[in-house]
């Protein structure tokens, strides 16, 4: 295939991603083309993401553009893709992982920000995170792209901002930040990474495939299997991440309670999808009542 249309949503970041891919495309010889279409996460912003209807509010529209072959392949922030895709649709490739931590944005560090100051975030994992480590803030709902939400920012609307250091990397974007740890702020499943959505045995699929980067591929399958084992949407208060110390992978799942304010950490090593199960169907059995999961997640 000589020519590749790559779908993607209208932000400079989603725009960005789609030219990271276009980029390696065209350094193995194809040419891509960029095609920009709205998705119901850009035209309804204003509800915080956790009460948005159903999953995939930024995928849907474009992975449907591809099914029906208006664009070959869709560029996605891989944490916005529900654990289950369409019939025929895969992620055929994923560029390495960026950095996955959260970042706060504010004149000073998380632990030196006033009481009563004010929060941007529109994600109930990172509310959840944020009442854990500083109960005297407040976390209010923001939506829009990164630009968007920073100038919100620099407005005054808040004292500070969560986002996920990623994209303020791709971007090339300057400003103040300080990078939040795991031990307080678990990142969202695949967060940091690009996936490439197709239809499987497409004629775009080979030319795709190449650019895949295993390591990261691996760490995404390994994610995305715990979010469908334990029946977690992104709007769930979960955070994970699947990392390599020398040839050991080590899978950490932290469960936020839906309704006090704790949380529980697991941890496993793994090496299949299988290993992948086996460990998310002993957490089912290890999550206390009180946390509420049992009608909406870890079912």
């Given at each position: 295939?000589?020519?590749?249309?790559?779908?993607?949503?209208?932000?400079?970041?989603?725009?960005?991603?789609?030219?990271?891919?276009?980029?390696?495309?065209?350094?193995?010889?194809?040419?891509?083309?960029?095609?920009?279409?709205?998705?119901?996460?850009?035209?309804?912003?204003?509800?915080?993401?956790?009460?948005?209807?159903?999953?995939?509010?930024?995928?849907?529209?474009?992975?449907?553009?591809?099914i029906?072959?208006?664009?070959?392949?869709?560029?996605?922030?891989?944490?916005?893709?529900?654990?289950?895709?369409?019939?025929?649709?895969q992620?055929i490739?994923?560029?390495?992982?960026?950095?996955?931590?959260?970042?706060l944005?504010a004149?000073?560090?998380?632990?030196?920000?006033?009481?009563?100051?004010?929060?941007?975030?529109?994600?109930?994992?990172?509310?959840?995170?944020?009442?854990?480590?500083?109960?005297?803030?407040?976390?209010?709902?923001?939506?829009?792209?990164?630009?968007?939400?920073?100038?919100?920012?620099?407005?005054?609307?808040?004292?500070?901002?969560?986002?996920?250091?990623?994209g303020?990397?791709?971007?090339?974007?300057?400003?103040?930040?300080?990078?939040?740890?795991?031990?307080?702020f678990?990142?969202?499943?695949?967060?940091?990474?690009i996936?490439?959505?197709g239809?499987?045995?497409?004629?775009?699929?080979?030319?795709?495939?190449?650019?895949?980067?295993?390591e990261?591929?691996?760490?995404?399958?390994?994610?995305?299997?715990?979010?469908?084992?334990?029946?977690?949407?992104?709007?769930?208060?979960?955070?994970?991440?699947c990392?390599?110390?020398?040839?050991?992978?080590?899978?950490?799942?932290?469960?936020?309670?839906?309704?006090?304010?704790?949380?529980?950490?697991?941890?496993?090593?793994?090496?299949?999808?299988?290993?992948?199960?086996?460990?998310?169907?002993?957490?089912?059995?290890?999550?206390?009542?009180?946390?509420?999961?049992?009608?909406?997640?870890?079912?």
């Open positions: 295939m000589t020519h590749i249309k790559i779908g993607t949503r209208p932000s400079r970041l989603a725009v960005r991603q789609a030219e990271m891919v276009a980029e390696r495309l065209t350094v193995a010889g194809i040419d891509a083309s960029i095609h920009r279409f709205n998705s119901s996460g850009d035209v309804e912003n204003t509800t915080p993401l956790y009460r948005a209807p159903g999953t995939g509010i930024f995928v849907e529209e474009i992975n449907r553009r591809v029906s072959g208006e664009v070959d392949v869709a560029v996605h922030s891989a944490k916005d893709l529900p654990s289950d895709l369409p019939d025929g649709l992620v490739s994923v560029l390495p992982r960026e950095n996955f931590n959260d970042v944005i004149g000073k560090p998380l632990e030196e920000l006033p009481a009563g100051s004010h929060i941007g975030t529109s994600s109930l994992r990172r509310i959840k995170e944020l009442s854990m480590v500083r109960p005297d803030l407040v976390a209010e709902n923001i939506r829009g792209n990164i630009d968007t939400r920073i100038q919100k920012y620099k407005d005054g609307n808040y004292d500070g901002i969560i986002l996920a250091e990623a303020i990397t791709r971007l090339g974007i300057e400003t103040e930040y300080h990078r939040l740890g795991t031990e307080t678990m990142p969202a499943a695949n967060q940091g990474i996936a490439v959505v239809m499987r045995g497409s004629s775009a699929f080979s030319a795709v495939e190449r650019l895949k980067n295993q990261t591929q691996f760490a995404m399958e390994m994610e995305r299997e715990a979010m469908r084992r334990l029946n977690l949407g992104c709007s769930m208060p979960a955070g994970m991440i990392t390599r110390s020398g040839t050991v992978w080590t899978l950490t799942i932290r469960l936020y309670s839906l309704n006090t304010r704790e949380y529980r950490d697991f941890a496993s090593t793994v090496r299949s999808r299988q290993d992948v199960d086996e460990f998310t169907s002993g957490i089912r059995s290890r999550i206390p009542p009180e946390f509420g999961y049992s009608r909406d997640g870890v079912a």
